[in-house]
């Protein structure tokens, strides 16, 4: 699979995942790919913790699942965590850092066979939340929980949202164009 | 090239370009690829310009250029714009909205045979330079110019950054272990 058909193939599934246990090999791909990802002034401020301990796994899923999470049947799932450390002055991009390594874990999730939601809002918008699941991982108070990425292949093919066109979103040269 | 090739070969370069013109059949397929990217709640905040137009290219940079910028010598650009629109309630997924678009960019940029740079604390620490590049290209005031990305074939090999091994950043069911 290629990059283009890769982007094209991913998107964000919101059903039930089969049983099928992800291999450790696939998980540390994918953890990998996320890595990978740049960062503002290479500050790395983005770190990861995949989950396949089916224990660890619920009790997450649990908690992210009192707001509505349907990613409960996953057999494994990363944990992304994010430390606010500035690129330089106080100019920060760990939002942009973690966000990027979220999308390469995507598309490897994606080109694997397996599918996957970014969950986020779900997580940050309750400290609560974030704070149980930190605690759960063992998580250091310098290191602030943001997301999880359900990994499983899918039960069925999910729904793929709408987009709005090219030339709602693109232009080439000066804004609204129409070459 | 594979998904894992490509982010693996993915690095910031900081180099002068060749000459050589970026067709627009691939300026378009980098763009939509950016547009693929997930938005929180498919709200889709990402606006992409693509820019081959010598002149307009020239402003751009010489713009950026004022802040240390080297990528004046590529031969085309991405400027990545930006709306603040709520995912939900008073949440907003911008920032990572276009940070994911500008992931699946970097990445179509790299299976292109092509070198680029994320751009952005250049741009987004002058709002003067935000209205100037605004005005150039005839952004609405509703947009936000974020970032850009030079785009052509390096004529060096690039410095790649050095990385935090994977157990300094990346865990199995819990922060910290040697799993």
Redesign the interface.
Known sequence: ????E???K???YRGSYMKTAIP?EN?E?I????????S???K?T????????QQ?LDSITSLINKNGFTGKTAPAGICI?TQEIP??AD?Y?N???Y??A???M???I??LGYASC?I??QI??STETQKQIANL????AD?IVVGFLPIGIPENEGKR????S?SQ????????SDE
């Open positions: 699979m290629d990059i283009f890769c982007i094209q991913r998107y964000s450790r998980l791909k953890i990998r790919a996320g890595l990978l990802a740049p503002g002034c290479n790395q983005t770190s990861i913790i995949g989950i396949d301990d660890i965590l690129g330089y100019v991009f939002i942009q850092d966000s990027a979220i999308e390469n995507l598309l490897a994606t080109t970014w986020e809002g940050t918008e991982l063992n998580i250091p290191y949202p709408s987009y709005k090219f979103r693109a232009w080439y040269n000066t804004y609204g």
